[in-house]
């Protein structure tokens, strides 16, 4: 794959650094504890106007503890996080944020159609709740790129899970967000399901929506991907250029794809609760591959 200097891909490098200016996401100190255990110990994340961020980490490392807390369903004990500028506990906009949680069903058990699942994801732009003419044709755009127009009308109950996460995502992009947010969306997820939604999620990236997205391994995304947070035991470990996967890279610094890049070293000694991990240890991204 063709890189550039930086480490990311020619790709992820022609989107103009215009655009990635205006702070889309901003996480500052996060703390966050779950049971009686502390997830997040201190995080710092930003994510600019049409960037795409990957967060990696090991299972339990607090990947979607991070990516919960930024849509306000996880509290944060200590810290702030904005979205578009704006203080979450005042954020309200949630049409501009499109949310893909970790694998779940689409139906919940309850029958629903494709086309019903989807549309369910543009109420927060439909006026009094009854959709338009401009609703119905978003709704059916959003199934057509995640190629299931045939689908429509069946059952979510009788897809598969790669075709299931489809539908989840084009519920996420049915309202237009301007903020993809989306974790682990390749899970499980079948190759030709995987092919469709790396297109889309091209489509997207190329019409200037910001991505954040909790991946296990870079994938046929990594095209897109413009840089890495890894986090290890709820503290980032590293900001920069996407790591190569686990055994393709020695340390963060050995490697022009694997270091942290100038000033985006987030310095974990100046974090009380993070600690670096020790010279020469593999920076372990959770990358399967
Ligand atoms: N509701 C909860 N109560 C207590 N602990 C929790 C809860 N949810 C998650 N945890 C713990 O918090 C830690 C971080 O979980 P999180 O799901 O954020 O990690 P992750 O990096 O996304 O992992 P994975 O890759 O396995 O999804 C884990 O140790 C997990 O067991």
Redesign the pocket.
Known sequence: MATVESGQTAEAAQRTPERRSAPVVTVRGARAT??S?P?LRGIDLAVHSGEVVALL??????????VRSVIGQVPLTDGEITLFSTPLRRFRDWARVGYVP?RTTAASGVPATVREVVASGRLSRTRFGLPGKADRAAVERAIELVGLTDRAKDSVEALSGGQHQRVLIARALAAGPELLIM??PMAGVDLASQDILAATLREQVAAGTTVLL?L?ELGALEPLIDRAVV?RD?CVVHDGPPPRAVGQHSSPSSSSRGGPMPGHDPSPLTNPGCHPHAAGEPLRT?LLS
């Open positions: 779950l049971g255990r997830v980490g090991a299972n339990g490392s607090g990947k979607s503890t991070a970790q974790d682990e909790v296990h986090l709820g959770g």
